[in-house]
């Protein structure tokens, strides 16, 4: 089995977002109900708003970004998704799309379904690139099967 994602996914979607949580939403409900008595600041209610509007916009970035990320493996039949609980497998046939969007740091790949899947319709991994490269090497029937020709041109 070969695995198209990056080892860094871990960390990115379970430990980040964990931190996040853990560490912003102590300090956000130590403010929230900490007395005047503290600060002058904790009693004025834009303050606290402030903080609730920061930590809710802290999660829907974090839940729209990095928890989307999956771990990708693809063997000689099938896709293989894991969200780090469950693992889904695909077949070839139901995968419509294979493109990659370059964000300078690293590769996203997305692989689009035909129908939607358990965990969507679209798949987001981060490309370990080496990886990706030798699968692109190794299985250009594959590549030139889900991926256009403008962005195959893109990975090289």
């Known amino acids: 089995m070969r695995r198209l994602s990056s080892s860094a996914t871990l960390g990115l979607k379970v430990f980040i ?31 606290k708003g402030g903080v609730i509007l920061f930590f ?13 990320l999956q771990r990708v493996e693809l063997d000689h039949k099938h896709l293989y998704v894991s969200n780090y609980i469950k693992t889904y497998r695909y077949t070839f046939d139901s995968i419509e799309k ?14 689009t379904l035909k129908t939607r899947g358990a965990l969507g319709r679209r798949i987001f991994f981060l490309q370990s690139r080496q990886k990706f490269d030798d699968f692109v090497n190794a299985s250009p029937e594959l590549v030139s099967r889900w991926m256009t020709p403008e962005n195959i041109d893109s990975l090289t």
């Open 17 to 47: 977002p964990t931190l996040w949580i853990v560490f912003f939403g102590t300090l956000s409900l130590a403010i929230l109900i900490s007395g005047p008595d503290k600060s002058p600041l904790f009693r004025n209610w834009m303050f």
């Open 56 to 68: 809710t916009l802290g999660l829907l970035v974090l839940y729209y970004s990095l928890i989307q």
């Open 98 to 111: 294979l493109s990659v969007q370059d964000l300078y740091l690293f590769r996203l790949g997305i692989f």
